[in-house]
């Protein structure tokens, strides 16, 4: 059998609508298979995890925060997560970090005008911010 282009075009779009009539039939038939359920169960407790794995997030969360505080390290030392990819493994580490090193700076400038008054030296002025700014 010889068939143009367009011939070829029109048993085309014939055997697509076959076809799709022959998967709403086999999806109906999939929809009730015990592999479908046993797929959708696993999705459903996929969900229930994610659930779960949010719950201890936050949990983590509030305990950095607790712990923060009660460390009194104020806003220029903390407890952070590091989370991200690196060279394609997920990392997620705690650890102890300073603030913004800006903002930081901005700070110990201030408290440098007022420790100088008191300060006979650069020795002093170093030991008064330390007490002021420590981990």
Excluded: P
Aim: charged share 35%; hydrophobic share 35%; proline share 0%.
């Amino acid at each position: 059998m010889k068939t143009n282009a367009q011939e070829r075009k029109a048993i085309a779009h014939k055997h697509i609508r076959t076809l799709k009539v022959q998967v709403k039939v086999a999806d109906n038939h999939f929809q009730k298979s015990k592999e479908c359920k046993a797929i959708l169960n696993k999705k459903k407790e996929i969900e229930n995890l994610s659930d779960k794995i949010k719950e201890i997030n936050t949990s983590i969360d509030i305990d950095i925060e607790n712990l923060n505080e009660a460390k009194g390290w104020g806003d220029h030392v903390r407890v952070s997560q590091e989370r991200g990819y690196f060279d394609g493994t997920y990392c997620d580490h705690l650890r102890i970090d300073i603030g913004s090193e800006y903002v930081l700076r901005e700070e110990i400038e201030q408290e440098i005008c007022i420790a100088q008054i008191d300060s006979d030296d650069l020795e002093s002025l170093f030991k008064k911010l330390g007490e002021v700014f420590k981990v």
